[in-house]
C-alpha cells in the first residue's frame, strides 16, 4: 500500500473530490501522475468513471464515483452485557447492525468471558461477511495507541491484554481497538473547538476529551478517567455517583465538580452528556449551580449527545481511516 493510494482514496472518500484536477492538486503531482494513479484503481476495481457531464465551455468533464459498496467495514463494541455492532461501507452507509445480548448457559460467567464473546462474535460476522476489510472495537477501558487495554476492571478477561494485536493476528485484517468515550468525542470533534463528551454508564463515569478535532490521550492514556477526581476525604466523584441516587444533591454535585475541574484545565467549547444520563432540566440545574462558582461566560455549553450513535459513528471512523491507510490496492483478497 503506498502514500499515493491513500491519499487518493482520502480524496474521494473524505474530501468528496471526483475529478483528475482537483485530486491531483490534494496529492500535489503532476496530471499524468494522476491520471495513472486513477487508471490504476479503475483496474482494481476501486473507482469507475461516471457519465459525462457538460460544464463551462461545453467541455466535458471526466468524473469518477469511488465502487465504496465493494468494500465494508466492522464497527463493534462491547458492554458488560452485550455488545453492538454495525457493518458499513467504506463511504459510511449503513450495511447491517445488531444489539446481542450474552447469553449465560452459552459463553459462562457475563463478568469474566468478554474476551470469549467478543471472539465468537468476531468469527461469525467475518464468516457471514467476508467483504468486511477492517475493524474498530470498542471497550470501557484506558487503552494506549497499540491497542493495549490498561485498565479495564469491569472486564477482567481483557484487562492488560494487547487486544488489537491479538485481533490482527487471528483475523487477518487491520484491527483498532479503542477507548469508549475517545472513540464518541470522534464522533463530535471539531477542528476549531474543545470538545469533552461525558457518560455515566454501567462501569462507572469516563469521558472523552478532544483539542482542535484531535483525541487527547495523556501521558498514560489515562486522559478522561474522571471517577478518581476528589469528593471528599474519603471518597471520589466516581463513588459518589455509584452509590447516591440520580438527582440527588451529591449526584449534581459531582457532576459539577467534574464540569469545574474541566472548565479550570482544558476550558472546553462544550461538554457533551448522554441523554440517558441528564435532562434539559438537569443541564440548566448544572450551568446554574458552577455559575455560583465560575465565571457563567467561561463556562462551556452544554449539550446532550446520542452515545450509542455517536459511539458507533465515531469507531466507523476509525474503521474507514484503517481501510484507507492500511488495506492493498484492490482489497483484501476473500
Known sequence: MTELISLTRHAFLVDHLDTIPAIRQVLDVSFPTASKQIDQMIAALEIE???LELVRGGRPAKRYRYRADRFHGLALYLERTYLQYRIHDVGGHLIATD???FDSSDHGSVLSDHG???SKTLTTLLDDHPSIQTLAIGVAGAVDTTGTILFAPDYPTLDGRPLQK???ERFERPVIVENDMNAAVRAQASDNETTVYMYLGTNGPGAGLAVSGRV???AHHFAGEISFIPFDDKRNVGQVLATTAPHSDDWYEALCRIILSFSV???PDVILFTESDVSDDGLARLTERCAKRF???KLPQLRKG???TDYLDGLMQLSIQSFIEQIPLGGLAR
Open 295 to 297: 465565571p457563567l461566560d
Open 49 to 51: 468513471e461516471t457519465p
Open 99 to 101: 444489539r446481542l445480548n
Open 166 to 168: 491479538e485481533l490482527t
Open 265 to 267: 484545565t482544558l476550558n
Open 306 to 308: 446520542d452515545w450509542e
Open 216 to 218: 487527547v490521550r495523556g
Open 116 to 118: 470469549s464473546v467478543l
